[in-house]
């Protein structure tokens, strides 16, 4: 069994004890699942108390068994019921004024309960540091990151022996996925924002390449039905039409996000000139964005540059549908920070990862485009999914 090293995870605690120092807060509880597994190495239901200096503590209600076996933590303890969070909380931070919440995800209800319940202390956000401190990949990160990138490589390589003309793009869909599960796909890839849900990503082919979604993404698909309306349909794939795979790895709880276009037969010149358009964005992002660049700045060079080349209509979306960045980050979340975007002005540091992905989306033509992940480090921009970049014929 996969576990998170000890030390990976008493570094990550000592580094969230600064923040909650500075924040001026004497503990935070932490209860979401991705969130627990950073900071413990277990996802087990449950919470944990970080003081701001000493111990933390796990409580677990489910499955305690294995959050003995999969955290390393020393202070691990069976919680038979939430009503005694108080009394604990007690014991382990005697005279709490101030404890901080994950308030970005935290449900209304169970913010209202902890509110009743820790009366009169105050509580404050601490989800904007929580993301800070994920924000820059550890060694030991980075390495399974890279890990997850080959799945990747090998089912880009693998995917001409799936797509055929004839097969509806929910069977190509399944083909891919299986391809991916054998070599250690986790299945669920968490996405933190609300009401934002993703099944390994977007495959499509022909007319449903530039149907829109609710998911935030260039591309959307539609889905099997109105209840989850993204992704692969039942649409069989046809000779001359594009076929987009926009999928995501999620290996050892890490996120590798690629896209690549394959063709059956003939591709529209339009699409042609706008692939190429996206790769010289793309290319010149990489070039010049260094630690220290501005994301907000990046965004808008990237917007300038396909309006320049004439393409600023279609550049990650059209018309109302377009989606109002050039890249995300990615980590246990497909969602993370970095965000390359308007009003995002915080710079590149060493150790983000994120996607790019410059995108062209033409109604009534198709999609082209490219999306790779990237590693910031000392020297610029490294591409981690290093995958062949043209329209691949099949």
Known sequence: METVPAEEIRGRIEKFQKKIKEKGTDAAI????????????????????????????????KSYERALK????????????SRALPQILKETVPGFKK????????????????????????????????????LIKSPYEIEII?????????MFAAVPRFLKEGKKEIEFAAEVECFMRKRGHQGAIHVRQFNQEVFYGHIMSGENLTRPSFFDSPTGGPGLSPAFP?????????????????????????????????????????????????????????????PGAICSDIY??????????????????????QAKFIGHG?????DEMPVLANRQNYPLQAG???????????????????????????????KITVIPEEIIPV
């Open 146 to 154: 890279r890990q997850g990138a080959e799945i990747s490589r090998q």
């Open 70 to 81: 999969e955290s390393p933590l020393s202070n691990i303890r069976h919680l038979q019921s």
């Open 99 to 134: 404890i901080g919440l994950e308030l970005d995800v935290l449900p209304a209800f169970l913010y209202l309960r902890f509110q009743e319940m820790f009366s009169p202390a105050e509580i404050v956000d601490i989800s904007t540091e929580i993301k800070d401190l994920r």
């Open 230 to 290: 993204q992704g692969p349909g039942w649409k069989v794939i046809s000779r001359d039409e594009v076929v987009i795979v926009d999928y995501v790895t999620a290996y050892l709880g890490y996120c590798v996000d690629c896209t690549r276009f394959y063709s059956l037969g003939d591709i529209p010149s339009l699409l042609q000139e706008a692939h190429q358009v996206a790769l010289v964005i793309q290319e010149e992002i990489i070039k010049t964005a260094k």
């Open 30 to 61: 932490v209860a979401q699942n991705v969130d627990l597994y950073y900071f413990t190495g277990s996802c087990q239901r449950g919470y944990l108390i970080v003081p701001a200096q000493g111990e933390p503590l796990y409580l677990v209600s």
């Open 352 to 382: 983000m990862v994120f996607a790019l992905e410059p995108k062209m989306v033409i109604p009534g033509v198709g999609v082209a485009g490219v999306e790779n992940t990237i590693l910031v480090t000392e020297q610029g921009l490294e």
């Open 300 to 321: 808008k060079q990237a917007c300038q540059m396909a309006e320049k080349l004439g393409f600023k209509d279609y550049f990650m979306g059209h018309g109302a549908d």
């Open 330 to 334: 990615v980590g246990l979340e497909l």
